[in-house]
């Protein structure tokens, strides 16, 4: 079934059991990924946030069924407590988590950019295009 976004995804199958994200778009998810629907956003982003602590973490493992892997019932996912803080602190939350998926984006990004660089550079230099100046010796001594 279509999930209307926001909606709060969360693995209940596997090595990655209570992995938690936040869909932002029109999605579906297959049966090893629970969701919850019809929240505001910053219920939603305060919601991840509170399933990805260690408490609800070890919560989530603790219900886990084991076989051959960890697996959670829908029913046993669904009855769950989470604590529910009041609506001024799940806004904070949900502002706070925000705004450390942006720096983690922008961190990726800048990583990316960086690493067009090195491969870049490391090209250049392996080809013999640039000559590394003598006067660069002196970081080698740094460096052993």
Known sequence: RLLAPPAV???????????????????????QINAVVGLKPEDAHALAALLATPPAQNLLRSIAGITTLPIVKKSSWEAMEVPWPRRESRIVLAD???RLDAVA???????????????????????????IPASYDRFLVGAA
Not at 12 to 27: H, M, R
């Open 9 to 31: 995804l969360q693995v209940c199958i596997g090595a990655t059991v209570g992995k938690v994200a936040v869909l932002e778009v029109d999605g579906c998810s297959n049966q």
């Open 96 to 98: 706070l988590v925000t």
């Open 105 to 131: 984006v922008e961190a990726r990004n800048v990583e990316r950019v960086l690493d067009g660089l090195r491969a870049a550079l490391v090209s250049t230099l392996m080809a013999g295009d640039h000559e």
